[in-house]
């Protein structure tokens, strides 16, 4: 079973930065995307951002556009979500997922990469908390 690894979470105030990293099990695991969710309090997990290796197309959610980047470092395969001008309301855990398929079908129709259906690896999550 393949298990990435988050670390680089923490406590901040308001208005730091932090940055996540995402590794995967080794040299040879090349995932064809990778994607960063978090789960909220109370809330269900949700997209965050994903990057695709080979094409380099990256999307992110509305709620972090502007403030966080995702990169990707193909020598380490590593995965970085650089967040800046922290919230209170980006705290969450926050999880790193990625998949080798180019490609995932359910009932006929592509599944998007903002979606957690999309990915069959998975990390434990690292905690990040965000004080006002």
């Known amino acids: 079973q393949v298990q990435l690894g988050e670390s680089g979470g923490g406590l901040v105030q308001a208005g730091d930065s932090l940055r996540l990293s995402c590794a995967g099990p080794g040299r040879a695991f090349n995932p064809f995307v990778t994607g960063w969710f978090r789960r909220r309090p109370g809330r269900e997990r949700e997209f965050v951002a994903f990057i695709r290796s080979g094409s380099g197309v990256i999307r992110y959610s509305d709620s972090v556009k502007g403030r966080f980047t995702i990169s990707r470092d193909a020598a380490e395969n590593t995965v970085y979500l650089q967040m800046n001008s922290l919230k209170p309301e980006d705290t969450a855990v926050y999880y790193c997922?990625?998949?080798?398929?180019?490609?995932?079908?359910?009932?006929?129709?592509?599944?998007?990469?903002?979606?957690?259906?999309?990915?069959?690896?998975w990390g434990q999550g690292t905690q990040v908390t965000v004080s006002s």
């Open positions: 997922a990625a998949d080798g398929r180019t490609g995932v079908f359910r009932l006929g129709r592509r599944v998007d990469s903002d979606s957690e259906a999309r990915y069959t690896y």
